[in-house]
Nanobody, 127 residues
Framework: QVRLVESGGGSVQAGGSLRVSCAASGITASSYCMGWFRQSPGKEREGVVT???????NYADSAKGRFTVSHDNAKNTLYLQMNSLKPEDTAMYYC?????????????????????WGQGTQVTVSA
């Protein structure tokens, strides 16, 4: 049974940093396609970054240059380091997984391609 548990969310001022974590069980996260997604009230869930087998990444334009995804294989945990946070980054952040997500060699960042989801962790960025 696949289980994804996010943690590390919180409140931070604009320009600050935060790291959220996703502890996986039932799968080897570094062998799967893992992703971070987010959803703000009244908006659709959107992809932030996905990573296939710990190596191939696909960042949304909004995340490029500010966010970094990484794995801790020993802990079977996925991280999202978020720097230079903006108020528009405020959202519930979700971890997701699927066995394989490459489309033409690039990890998919589509919500519908991921069957396994965590419960989310809230990130709030104040101006």
């Amino acid at each position: 049974q696949v289980r994804l548990v996010e943690s590390g969310g919180g409140s931070v001022q604009a320009g600050g940093s935060l790291r959220v974590s996703c502890a996986a069980s039932g799968i080897t996260a570094s062998s799967y396609c893992m992703g971070w997604f987010r959803q703000s009230p009244g908006k659709e869930r959107e992809g932030v970054v996905t990573v296939q087998s710990g190596t191939m990444t696909n960042y949304a334009d909004s995340a490029k240059g500010r966010f970094t995804v990484s794995h801790d294989n020993a802990k079977n945990t996925l991280y999202l380091q978020m720097n230079s946070l903006k108020p528009e980054d405020t959202a519930m952040y979700y971890c997701a997984a699927t066995p394989f997500c490459l489309v033409r060699g690039i990890p998919s960042i589509r919500v519908g391609d991921f069957p396994y989801w965590g419960q989310g962790t809230q990130v709030t960025v104040s101006a």
